[in-house]
């Protein structure tokens, strides 16, 4: 006889992304607004992983209590070819692959591809949040103005 272990259902806005995620068609668990991982993260349903180079978490800011595991190093963004063992790693006294990890960087692009490299090894809850921790490039080439995790008001702290 095989026991069987029950998965805890994920957060109904997880579902939901999850859900989106498969009608699109990607290979991670999908995307969260900065508001809904804040959310989730306060309220202990889930991890946030900052993915973004130290130099940018210590001279730009990072989210209290965040993890770090840096997708790419250096000001020339070199690809981390360690990311998914440190990830493993880092991860491992909080559940392993199991738990539900939001993966944050400068804009939402770097965490998508950090997210895709999580899942292709078997991180079955892994999200990106959605806009980064500054948001994208307005019309005056700067960020944080439209979106991004600062825009909208969340926690973070400077060095």
């Known amino acids: 006889m095989t026991a069987e272990i029950a998965e805890t259902p994920l957060p109904a806005t997880l579902e939901q992304a999850r859900a989106n995620a498969l009608a699109q068609g990607l290979s991670y668990a999908g995307g969260v607004s900065p508001t809904t991982a804040w959310e989730l993260v306060h309220n202990g349903q889930a991890l946030l992983v ?8 210590k001279f730009v800011g990072h989210v209290p209590q965040s993890l770090h595991v840096a997708w790419a190093t250096g000001t020339s963004l070199t690809r981390n070819p360690r990311f998914v063992r440190e990830l493993e790693a880092k991860l491992a006294p909080y559940g392993g692959k199991e738990a539900i990890v939001l993966l944050l960087c400068r804009s939402g692009k770097r965490s998508v591809l950090a997210a895709e490299a999580a899942a292709a090894v078997g991180f079955n809850h892994v999200f990106n949040v959605l806009e980064g921790f500054e948001g994208e490039l ?12 600062r825009h909208h008001g969340l926690p973070w702290v400077q060095d």
């Open 50 to 57: 900052d993915v973004r180079t130290t130099e940018e978490r």
């Open 138 to 149: 307005d019309a005056t080439q700067q960020r944080g103005k439209d979106d991004g995790w």
